[in-house]
């Protein structure tokens, strides 16, 4: 069975600075795509960034990008230029390709709330 | 832009009672699920739901669950018998598509079983 693990439960990071939230992952499986999911307080989750595992390039979304590391399953969100708005809950998720089941079911971490500090 | 939708944000209610939850997602999207997040923990995956059916559910999903699409636009999860361990957090997601598209996410409903 496929596992995420976020191993900083709360990250600071000073307005304007860059910040790297971690993120890991278990799985055998060699397709699968990874997310990152922003929750701001009381709002829904919404994504900030994927990345397909068979992909090398790392992707990118104007200030959020993704460090993937495929061999050592590692998947870092760094922020640049952080502002007021990135303050929220920060979620990683695994999702395969070809699941076994037939669902695309997502396996989340336990989060990390980023707080921003002005 | 278009969002799911999810009501109540917040439920009480006693132990041993019924609930419904409710969630309207994006309107032309094919696959519907819940999930839920208990406090301090992982988000966990419930159900998957395609073409009026339950694609798969997770160990959680014990016989107190059921989802149903009773309208073509609203999808539910209702807890049969409540316990205090069902006490979480419950997200609806839609996707489009199931392989290429990502999950959107309601803003959750919050259960609290006394």
């Known amino acids: 069975a496929q596992t995420v693990t976020q191993s900083q439960p709360e990250m600071s990071v000073q307005e304007a600075e860059t910040v790297t939230l971690s993120c890991t992952y278990d799985?055998?499986?060699?397709?699968?795509?990874l997310f990152w999911y922003k929750q701001p307080p009381s709002r829904q989750m919404i994504l900030v960034i994927r990345?397909?595992?068979?992909?090398?390039q790392n992707a990118t979304e104007n200030r959020f990008s993704v460090n993937f590391q495929k061999a050592a399953k590692s998947f870092s969100l760094k922020i640049s230029d952080s502002q007021l708005g990135d303050a929220a809950m920060y979620f990683c998720?695994?999702?395969?390709?070809?699941?076994?089941?037939?669902?695309?079911?997502?396996?989340f971490g336990t989060g990390t709330r980023l707080k921003v500090l002005a | 832009e278009p969002e799911v939708t999810q009501t109540p944000s917040h439920q009480v209610t006693q132990m041993g009672q019924e609930v419904i939850l409710r969630c309207v997602p994006i309107s032309n999207h094919l696959y519907f699920y819940w999930y839920r997040q208990i406090l301090g923990q992982k988000v966990e995956f419930l159900v998957s739901f395609y073409n009026n059916e339950i694609s798969e559910k997770s160990e959680i999903f014990d016989d107190q669950f059921s989802v149903e699409r009773p309208d073509g636009s609203n999808f539910t999860l209702k807890i049969r018998s409540t316990k205090l361990e069902d006490s979480a957090m419950y997200f609806c997601?839609?996707?489009?598509?199931?392989?290429?598209?990502?999950?959107?996410f309601g803003p959750g409903t919050r259960l609290t079983v006394l």
């Open positions: 998720a695994y999702r395969s390709a070809f699941p076994t089941s037939g669902t695309y079911k997502y396996i």
């Open positions: 799985t055998s499986e060699s397709d699968y795509y």
């Open positions: 997601a839609s996707s489009e598509q199931a392989v290429y598209n990502e999950q959107f």
């Open positions: 990345q397909e595992a068979y992909k090398q």
